[in-house]
């Protein structure tokens, strides 16, 4: 029995890699201008837990191709991580690319498991961060889609453009403006990797600060 109990322990746990990430993460270097753009997030989260709500957060950038992506996955294993539950991530963009392949490798160099489930001009992923999960399905899609939630959502803006360029957004019931430098600056340049390593660690630090602040 004590065999089958360790190992039903063992699917439920985040994988290994991801969570001594997590735990690396320093939220101490998060300044304080930082911490006041991400209480509003904060906020919306507990309110929902301590009225025992379903939450509903929605990353949205012009593209939906790498920050959107990085901050949808980072908040759902964090979600997990601190136990927060019956939280739900998605991301949009205010047009439809595809997921950029170096936010996929970057993921995946964290310990995230990527599957491709369809290709072509705007491949489908599966994100698993642990075994006993439903997987984060990753593509690029608009704010209008069908995939994401269509009310009692929060709208993450994480990016100046997307923000500036789409003022309103239809069923948020909040909307949240936590924006990112883009690491596309970087692409095809012998920084990129470092830089996408780099902006997906600030938003996962960022995000962890969110999560370990919330209250059940």
Known sequence: ???????????????????EQIEQLDVSSISDERKTVLQPLADFIQDKVSHNKIINLNFICTHNSRRSHLSQTWAQVLASYYKVNNVFCYSAGTEATALFPAAAVTLEDSGFKINTLSTGNNPIYSVKYKEIAHPIIGFSKTINSEFNPTSEFAAIMTCSSADAGCPFIAGAEKRIPITYEDPKAFDDTPQQKEKY??????????????FSNIKK
């Open 197 to 210: 390593k780099e902006r997906s660690l600030q938003i996962a630090t960022e995000l962890k600060y969110v």
């Open 1 to 19: 029995m004590e065999i089958v109990v360790n190992k039903q322990k063992a699917f439920a746990m985040i994988y290994k890699q991801i969570k």
